[in-house]
């Protein structure tokens, strides 16, 4: 007796197939790649999203705390967690703007670039890796491909906005608002 699950009838929905929906193979190779990064950021305790920032920071002097979300895609309240792990870890540096004290700059420390200095030869290894089992020349032309298709997805127009879901389905879905919620004041 096994424990897999029956094979019911497929269900048939106007979709494109499974393997060919671009958000799961674009998953799916971050995955493949990641998966050969992250032992070593675990050895020097550096998740992959400090690695991001950590990285950035080293190609600029320092950089504004929005520039840096949209460098490395990291939404703020997840950037803001990371600096402030990163900034008490003495890492990076956060200092405030000339003219604005609500805005900060941020930079690398000297131990944020000894950190990165320890992991560059082993993340150089796992690039090299990579490149011979995949070709240099593949690397280089996914390396094109990716950048395109982001101008390209970039450029569209804004997404249309999907028409009010009908009560059925609306008690299916139980659709309320995500995200926090919102305190309140109990009296």
Known sequence: MTDEP???PRIKVRLRSFSNSLPMNLLAA???VM???????LKYNISEQQWRVLRAL??????????LANATSLLAPSLSRILKDLEARKLIVRRSTNGDLRKSLIEISPDG??????????????????????GPE??????RLLRELVEAVS???PVEEIEDLPPELLEV???????RPSSQKKD
Do not use: C, N
Not at 35 to 41: C, I, K, N
Not at 58 to 67: K, L, P, R, S
Not at 129 to 134: D, E, G, L, P
């Open 30 to 32: 971050r995955e493949a």
């Open 35 to 41: 998966s050969r990064f992250r032992p070593g950021l």
């Open 155 to 157: 450029a569209l127009d």
């Open 6 to 8: 029956k094979a019911g």
């Open 173 to 179: 879905v139980k659709h309320r608002k995500r995200g």
């Open 113 to 134: 670039i000894r950190v990165i200095e320890a992991v560059a030869p082993y993340s150089e290894r796992i690039y090299e890796q990579i490149a011979t089992a995949y």
């Open 58 to 67: 080293t190609t600029v002097d320092a950089i504004e705390v929005t520039a």
């Open 138 to 143: 593949k690397m280089q032309e996914i390396q």
